[in-house]
Nanobody, 116 residues
Framework: QVRLVESGGGLVQPGGSLRLSCAASGSTFRINATGWYRQAPGKQRELAATITRNGITNYVDPVKGRFSISRDNAKNTVFLQMNSLKPEDTAVYYC??????????WGKGTLVTVSS
């Protein structure tokens, strides 16, 4: 089992930055890929960015050039650096991991609000 705890959310003005963290514990050796998802009010959860155990990253178009996903393997933590934030980035951000045995785990999420 893998446990995930997100942190770093908060209120930020448009154009500002935030860095989210996803700390993993438990069977972290099984993690194959980590993703950040987000769910805006009244909308479905959607993917924002992913990073594989080999460091390969992928971003959806709305966040390309503004968000950056990275990992600290020694601390079992994945980060999402979010720059040039827009009001439409307002959402609960969730961390997800997929393991090499095909299981998937979610964190409880952290709220990001972009507003003046």
């Amino acid at each position: 089992q893998v446990r995930l705890v997100e942190s770093g959310g908060g209120l930020v003005q448009p154009g500002g930055s935030l860095r989210l963290s996803c700390a993993a514990s438990g069977s972290t050796f099984r993690i194959n890929a980590t993703g950040w998802y987000r769910q805006a009010p009244g909308k479905q959860r959607e993917l924002a960015a992913t990073i594989t155990r080999n460091g390969i990253t992928n971003y959806v178009d709305p966040v390309k050039g503004r968000f950056s996903i990275s990992r600290d393997n020694a601390k079992n933590t994945v980060f999402l650096q979010m720059n040039s934030l827009k009001p439409e980035d307002t959402a609960v951000y969730y961390c997800n991991v997929e393991t090499i045995v095909g299981t998937s785990y979610w964190g409880k999420g952290t709220l990001v609000t972009v507003s003046s």
